[in-house]
């Protein structure tokens, strides 16, 4: 038997894979510019607060009070956030992708990703990401980010699927070295086109 027979389930992330960053340095400067803020004062709350945020246990206003209005703005929270939800983007080459290979292939479709959840759920709505998507591994609901290895052991018990018959899409190098760790072969995502060929190889090839 060849080996991409034992694929059943993918486990995806969203940032980076299916759309773009929901709230990266690029568009944290964009911010900066556009409502007047000093973008090394941002950046350090940002990354004092994100990680605790991103895990759940902050609301999307209570990341902001910390971050950006601790003290009194010429515009409001709702102003702010409906920024930050602008800046997320489909690649749409790679959903079409995923959905094919769902289609044809019979698998599981799994997210395993550090997602806050205003902005997790924003995205799966904006972008229908439910209707192809079978479970949402998402670091908001369990509370276990990335790099932590326990995210994938979790992802692995909630779906009842042994890890060698899974096959992770990530761009992150660190965290596909992680998932390798506990067993998961992963494809480091670059672009769509050397992914495309990346799962060909592996028997899972785009049929449209």
């Known amino acids: 038997m060849k080996k991409s027979a034992m694929i059943t389930t993918l486990f995806l992330d969203i940032g980076g894979v299916l759309l773009t960053d929901g709230w990266e340095h690029n ?6 510019r556009k409502f007047r803020l000093d973008l090394f004062d941002l950046e350090e709350r940002h990354h004092q607060t994100f990680d605790t945020y991103e895990e759940g246990k902050l609301t999307l206003k209570e990341y902001l009070d910390h971050v950006v209005f601790y003290k ?15 800046q997320s983007k489909p690649y749409l080459d790679m959903i079409q992708l995923i959905i094919n290979l769902k289609n044809h292939f019979n698998l599981k479709i799994v997210v395993v990703s550090n997602e806050a959840r205003e902005l997790n759920e924003f995205r799966i709505k904006k972008f229908r990401l439910d209707r192809f998507i079978d479970c949402f591994i998402s670091s908001c609901y369990v509370h276990i980010r990335k790099p932590d290895a326990d995210i994938f052991r979790l992802a692995l018990d909630i779906v009842h699927t042994p890890a060698r018959e899974v096959l992770y899409v990530e761009n992150t190098p660190m965290f596909v070295k992680i998932a390798g760790g506990v067993g998961i072969r992963s494809i480091l995502h670059t672009d769509y086109k050397s992914t495309l060929a990346k799962l060909a190889s592996l028997g899972l090839s785009n049929n449209r």
Request: hydrophobic letters at 40%; zero cysteines.
């Open 72 to 86: 009194k703005r010429a515009f409001t929270s709702s102003d702010f956030q409906g920024f930050i939800f602008e």
């Open 27 to 32: 568009s944290r400067r964009q911010a900066a």
